[in-house]
Nanobody, 114 residues
Framework: QVQLVESGGGLVQAGGSLRLSCAAS????????MGWYRQDPGKQRMLVAS???????NYADSVKGRFTISRDNAKNTVYLQMNSLKPEDTAVYYC????????WGPGTQVTVSS
């Protein structure tokens, strides 16, 4: 059974930075994709960024140049460095792992005040 544990959310002023972490445990294939999605109340969950096990990355246009996704394969951990945060980045952020199935973390709240 796969489990994802997120950390690093919180409240920050506009222009500030936060770093999210997500550690995966359980039966994980070496070839996989990890990523971050976010969801506003009443809206669909949307991709923020993803990274493959060989380091290929993909970003939503709204975060390009401000967010950086990275991972530590030895620790099965993915990170999201979020800089120049804007109030519109406020959402619940979910960690995702694609490895023989799709797994989700419980979510962590990110709130950016103006």
């Amino acid at each position: 059974q796969v489990q994802l544990v997120e950390s690093g959310g919180g409240l920050v002023q506009a222009g500030g930075s936060l770093r999210l972490s997500c550690a995966a445990s359980g039966k994980i294939f070496s070839i996989n994709v990890m990523g971050w999605y976010r969801q506003d109340p009443g809206k669909q969950r949307m991709l923020v960024a993803s990274i493959t096990s060989i380091g290929n990355t993909n970003y939503a246009d709204s975060v390009k140049g401000r967010f950086t996704i990275s991972r530590d394969n030895a620790k099965n951990t993915v990170y999201l460095q979020m800089n120049s945060l804007k109030p519109e980045d406020t959402a619940v952020y979910y960690c995702m792992l694609l490895s023989g199935g799709t797994y989700w973390g419980p979510g962590t709240q990110v709130t950016v005040s103006s």
